[in-house]
């Protein structure tokens, strides 16, 4: 039961083009979202976050979107950078900030920005 | 640089044979996960400990244990490994309850 959904394993895009990754979740009861970002043998670092009472947060070159009523958050990054190339995780937990223990991750998205 | 540490990177261990994974962090932070990553799928949470509190994930596998005998350590048992143990496995760390985790770069167990 994949209560987070990364549906894309893999994303390719220009350098100085927008990033957009998709993540969609089935438990209604999520209500904060992370993204982490790997780079190959390293471990996942924190990248961005958003709490359901909010729909947009803005960090920089990144942006991340919620859409509540379709269970939908996207992560965009403007404009992409080579050193962006990694896989990107989307997690999501029910409780908020201070909530639940648990985090349920995606499966990841790999982008590579294309010189 | 506070961080999470993970020995080895890579393991390799023969079906059957226990094995130790190890974590140590130096962010003073009450909470340390391990968490199971098979290739091309989700980081799969094995269990956790709040200070000395163990909370286990009701579909981890007895054959994984784990132990915390201070703040900075967390260890991952596994007692008769199977080929479908092989995974990368990743510490994590966080403050208190809550979503931003810390992790480790991660140790890569392969089992022949």
């Known amino acids: 039961d994949q209560q987070v959904k990364q549906n894309s394993p893999s994303l390719s895009v220009q350098e100085g083009r927008i990033s957009i990754l998709n993540c969609d979740y089935t438990?209604?009861?999520?209500?904060?979202f992370l993204w982490y970002k790997k780079y190959p043998a390293e471990g996942p670092t924190f990248l961005i976050s958003i709490s359901s009472i909010k729909d947009k947060n803005e960090d920089g070159r990144f942006t991340v979107f919620l859409n509540k009523s379709a269970k939908h958050l996207s992560l965009h990054i403007v404009p992409s950078q080579p050193g962006d190339s990694a896989v990107y995780f989307c997690?999501?937990?029910?409780?908020?900030?201070?909530?639940?223990?648990?985090?349920?991750f995606g499966q990841g998205t790999r982008l590579t920005i294309n010189p | 640089d506070a961080m999470v540490i993970q020995n080895p990177r890579y393991q390799v261990t023969q079906f059957g044979k226990p094995v130790t994974l190890s974590c140590s962090q130096t962010?003073?932070?009450?909470?340390m996960y391990w968490y199971q990553q098979k290739s091309s799928q989700a980081p799969k949470l094995l269990f956790h400990y709040y200070d000395k509190d163990f909370n286990n994930e009701a579909d981890t596998p007895d054959n994984f244990q784990s132990r915390r005998p201070n703040t900075s350590f967390c260890f991952l048992d596994i007692r008769s490994p199977g080929l479908g143990d092989a995974a990368m496995y990743l510490c994590?760390?966080?403050?208190?309850?809550?979503?931003?985790?810390?992790f480790g770069p991660g140790t890569r167990l392969t089992v022949l």
């Open positions: 997690a999501a937990s029910a409780g908020g900030v201070q909530g639940a223990q648990k985090l349920v």
């Open positions: 962010l003073n932070h009450n909470v």
């Open positions: 438990n209604s009861m999520f209500d904060y």
């Open positions: 994590a760390t966080s403050r208190r309850t809550g979503g931003k985790r810390f």
